[in-house]
């Protein structure tokens, strides 16, 4: 059984950073983070093939976050640099079951955390 697991969120003043843990248990898969603003559609932020050779990031955090993974700790990361209360949401991660690429469709991942709220104050 797939069990994804987010922490690390937190309250945070602009400028500074965070970084988000994800563990992801029975199996390794091609990984995911979206994230959800107040008021907003889940979003695309940053996802990672099994071996972690692949990462793409949405244009919004391109260059201030990077996503990463020790797949010895069955663990994906997210560091957040620079943030913004722009990036205040719920953090999600997801586990992407099928073969291939890194992909930003939400409805490509089939096992998602619970969610982990980040608040970047100005």
């Known amino acids: 059984q797939v069990q994804v697991v987010e922490s690390g969120g937190g309250l945070v003043q602009t400028g500074d950073s965070l970084r988000l843990s994800c563990a992801a248990s029975?199996?390794?898969?091609?990984m995911g983070w979206f994230r959800q603003p107040p008021g907003q559609e889940r979003e695309f932020v940053a996802a990672?093939?099994?071996?972690?050779?692949?990462?793409i990031y949405a244009d919004s955090v391109k260059g201030r976050f990077t996503i990463s993974r020790d797949n010895v700790k069955k663990t994906v990361y997210l560091q957040m640099n620079s943030l913004k209360p722009e990036d205040t949401a719920v953090y999600y991660c997801?586990?992407?079951?099928?073969?291939?690429?890194?992909?930003?469709?939400?409805?490509?991942?089939?096992?998602w955390g619970q969610g982990t709220q980040v608040t970047v104050s100005s």
């Open positions: 029975g199996g390794t898969f091609n």
């Open positions: 990672i093939s099994r071996a972690g050779m692949t990462t």
């Open positions: 997801a586990a992407d079951l099928r073969l291939g690429v890194p992909d930003r469709l939400p409805r490509n991942y089939y096992y």
